[in-house]
């Protein structure tokens, strides 16, 4: 062969024969006990009617929806997220190739359309679909189901940051010169724009309306460019004009924000949150997503997605969804200190379930300094026949009123306030009564407790249930199996950033991270020999 053959574009041209040696059945080459095997009989036991729903039709030469989601679970399963990869494998690797089953090889800007236009629909009743095949197939206790929650960055820039409380103040400082440019104009032209006491937008529509109709009736031609004088209405007007496009657009920014305190301008469903990576070392805030996990046998049953920072308001969402999606209702719920609050124990309480939340003064009830704190609640005598405590000076605080406050998801709580009959010279008062935020000097000061005795009700009743074997077994559990579940994203998985924008997107990759982390569990139990157990 000569050397300049080995330039020409067909590399096979001129090459010398070659017989092939391979298998023509692929199976063969696949190990019996390999992932994939596993993987393509549980979508094949899956009722993926719903994804089929997603197109309107199905070529007859192209990949069926089932052996695309085939595909990308197994390449999110070897932690191969991007598309053009999972386009480069199904031509190269054996396993794809197993997996296509004789379909032509789809190409990048297929999968990544199946991934954003149909999986993401029905990502959640996929998700439930794997979750009761494992609950069918005895791999899930249902139980006792273990809560917990963490942060992922967004896909968005670091500093694309709109603040709530800046569009606020900006907003107030253009409404407040919108009402000095109306009164010059109702001085000037001798008339009334404004109503009421407070200046609104349709107050600025009304007055470019009045300017415009100024215009036409005194025949005012507006003149551009150097040398030309413009008249007051054509000045009025386009200020109007400026201050209109303003408001409009602190408008739609606090319609973006929502009840959020902020948002990215590149992904509008990201909340700005401070997150453990922090490569500069000074705290700075990231877009990200509240990613909740609920894990029973090690297994992800159910997840949401969320723009909270903190854990508190996603308990109750997190539960009517998964009770929705589900033939069967968990009795214990596990989860940290971060959901501790009234709403959460009543919910859960009415729901016919039991609470095992740790308690957020748990781990300080136990110190010398709470116990010796004369001020709190806890070391005071309380009698419930005549319901007043009693101070650490022999003094009663005695019910005064009920304090109603409502909370950012809505429910009312209830306080009961209790005053002190007599704290003047008391020699305990500055032990007693913190300094805070008051202006009263302290001497003028008395003792005030608010009590919420659901709360506290609830609480006991909590503690008590987690003081037991069961409990402390379930609180050991619950930091093995969920805390788990996110090392195994995050470490082992290598996924510490959101591939994709807007949170139905970002919901569908965390479901596929999801049923590749329980496939591959799945997988190490069977191979392990440690299938039906549920809690260490």
Same mark, same amino acid.
């Given at each position: 062969?000569?050397?300049?053959?080995?330039?020409?574009?067909?590399?096979?041209?001129?090459?010398?024969?070659?017989?092939?040696?391979?298998?023509?059945?692929?199976?063969?080459?696949?190990?019996?006990?390999?992932?994939?095997?596993?993987?393509?009989?549980?979508?094949?036991?899956?009722?993926?009617?719903?994804?089929?729903?997603?197109?309107?039709?199905?070529?007859?030469?192209?990949?069926?929806?089932?052996?695309?989601?085939?595909?990308?679970?197994?390449?999110?399963?070897?932690?191969?997220?991007?598309?053009?990869?999972?386009?480069?494998?199904?031509?190269?690797?054996?396993?794809?190739?197993? +997996?296509?089953?004789?379909?032509?090889?789809?190409?990048?800007?297929?999968?990544?359309?199946?991934?954003?236009?149909?999986?993401?629909?029905?990502?959640?009743?996929?998700?439930? #679909?794997?979750?009761? @095949?494992?609950?069918?197939?005895?791999?899930?206790?249902?139980?006792?189901?273990?809560?917990?929650?963490?942060?992922?960055?967004?896909?968005?820039?670091?500093?694309?940051?709109?603040?709530?409380?800046?569009?606020?103040?900006?907003?107030?400082?253009?409404?407040?010169?919108?009402?000095?440019?109306?009164?010059?104009?109702?001085? @000037?032209?001798?008339?009334?724009?404004?109503?009421?006491?407070?200046?609104?937008?349709?107050?600025?529509?009304?007055?470019?309306?009045?300017?415009?109709?100024?215009?036409?009736?005194?025949?005012?031609?507006?003149?551009?460019?150097?040398?030309?004088?413009?008249?007051?209405?054509? !000045?009025?007007?386009?200020?109007? #004009?400026?201050?209109?496009? &303003?408001?409009?657009?602190?408008?739609?920014?606090?319609?973006?924000?929502?009840?959020?305190?902020?948002?990215?301008?590149?992904?509008?469903?990201?909340?700005?949150?401070?997150?453990?990576?922090? $490569?500069?070392?000074?705290?700075?805030?990231?877009?990200?997503?509240?990613?909740?996990?609920?894990?029973?046998?090690?297994?992800?049953?159910?997840?949401?997605?969320? $723009?909270?920072?903190?854990?508190?308001?996603?308990?109750?969402?997190?539960?009517?969804?998964?009770?929705?999606?589900?033939?069967?209702?968990?009795?214990?719920?596990?989860?940290?200190?971060?959901?501790?609050?009234?709403?959460?124990?009543?919910?859960?309480?009415?729901?016919?379930?039991?609470?095992?939340? !740790?308690?957020?003064?748990?781990?300080?009830?136990?110190?010398?300094?709470? !116990?010796?704190?004369?001020?709190?609640?806890?070391?005071?005598?309380?009698?419930?026949?005549?319901?007043?405590?009693?101070?650490?000076?022999?003094?009663?605080?005695?019910?005064?009123?009920?304090?109603?406050?409502?909370?950012?998801?809505?429910?009312?709580?209830?306080?009961?306030?209790?005053?002190?009959?007599?704290? #003047?010279?008391?020699? $305990?008062?500055?032990?007693?009564?913190?300094?805070?935020?008051?202006?009263?000097?302290?001497?003028?000061?008395?003792?005030?407790?608010?009590?919420?005795?659901?709360?506290?009700?609830?609480?006991?009743?909590? +503690?008590?249930?987690?003081?037991?074997?069961?409990?402390?077994? @379930?609180?050991?559990?619950?930091?093995?199996?969920?805390?788990?579940?996110?090392?195994?994203?995050?470490?082992?998985?290598?996924?510490?950033?959101?591939?994709?924008?807007?949170?139905?997107?970002?919901?569908?990759?965390?479901?596929?991270?999801? @049923?590749?982390?329980?496939?591959?569990?799945? $997988?190490? &139990?069977?191979?392990?020999?440690?299938?039906?157990?549920?809690?260490?």
């Amino acid at each position: 062969m000569q050397k300049q053959n080995i330039l020409q574009k067909n590399y096979t041209k001129y090459q010398r024969a070659i017989q092939v040696k391979l298998p023509f059945d692929i199976e063969k080459i696949i190990p019996e006990d390999d992932s994939v095997v596993l993987l393509s009989r549980i979508v094949e036991e899956m009722n993926l009617s719903d994804l089929y729903s997603t197109y309107q039709r199905i070529r007859e030469n192209s990949v069926s929806p089932e052996t695309l989601l085939k595909i990308v679970l197994y390449s999110y399963m070897c932690r191969d997220y991007s598309s053009r990869s999972i386009e480069r494998n199904c031509n190269r690797d054996i396993n794809y190739m197993y +997996l296509l089953d004789g379909s032509p090889a789809p190409d990048h800007s297929t999968i990544a359309r199946f991934r954003s236009k149909h999986f993401a629909p029905c990502a959640e009743k996929i998700m439930a #679909e794997l979750s009761m @095949l494992l609950y069918d197939v005895k791999e899930i206790s249902a139980q006792a189901l273990f809560i917990d929650g963490t942060k992922i960055e967004a896909s968005s820039n670091k500093y694309t940051f709109v603040w709530k409380k800046s569009i606020t103040k900006y907003q107030q400082k253009v409404f407040d010169k919108v009402t000095s440019l109306i009164l010059e104009c109702e001085e @000037l032209y001798n008339f009334k724009i404004v109503r009421g006491s407070k200046v609104q937008v349709k107050d600025v529509k009304k007055l470019r309306k009045r300017l415009h109709a100024l215009k036409v009736t005194q025949n005012i031609e507006f003149v551009y460019g150097c040398g030309k004088r413009k008249t007051s209405i054509q !000045k009025h007007i386009e200020q109007v #004009e400026i201050y209109l496009k &303003k408001l409009k657009g602190y408008a739609k920014k606090l319609h973006t924000c929502g009840q959020r305190n902020s948002y990215s301008k590149t992904d509008t469903d990201a909340t700005f949150m401070r997150l453990k990576e922090d $490569h500069m070392q000074n705290g700075q805030l990231k877009p990200a997503y509240n990613l909740q996990h609920g894990v029973d046998s090690e297994y992800i049953v159910w997840l949401t997605i969320g $723009h909270e920072p903190t854990d508190t308001t996603t308990l109750v969402p997190f539960l009517k969804g998964l009770e929705n999606s589900m033939n069967f209702k968990y009795e214990k719920i596990v989860a940290d200190a971060g959901y501790e609050s009234e709403e959460n124990y009543v919910f859960i309480k009415e729901n016919n379930q039991k609470s095992y939340i !740790k308690p957020s003064n748990y781990e300080i009830s136990k110190t010398r300094k709470f !116990k010796n704190d004369i001020g709190r609640m806890e070391n005071m005598e309380y009698n419930t026949e005549e319901d007043f405590y009693i101070c650490h000076n022999n003094k009663k605080l005695n019910f005064n009123r009920i304090y109603k406050s409502k909370s950012k998801t809505g429910y009312v709580s209830e306080k009961s306030v209790y005053t002190c009959e007599g704290c #003047e010279n008391c020699p $305990h008062k500055k032990e007693c009564i913190k300094e805070g935020t008051s202006k009263k000097p302290l001497e003028e000061r008395s003792k005030t407790l608010y009590v919420a005795k659901t709360f506290i009700k609830n609480r006991a009743e909590n +503690l008590e249930r987690l003081k037991t074997d069961e409990g402390c077994n @379930l609180r050991v559990n619950r930091s093995i199996q969920v805390e788990g579940s996110f090392g195994e994203l995050k470490r082992n998985m290598n996924f510490k950033r959101y591939l994709c924008r807007g949170k139905k997107n970002v919901l569908a990759e965390s479901i596929l991270l999801a @049923l590749a982390h329980n496939v591959n569990k799945l $997988h190490n &139990k069977i191979q392990g020999n440690k299938v039906g157990h549920h809690l260490y």
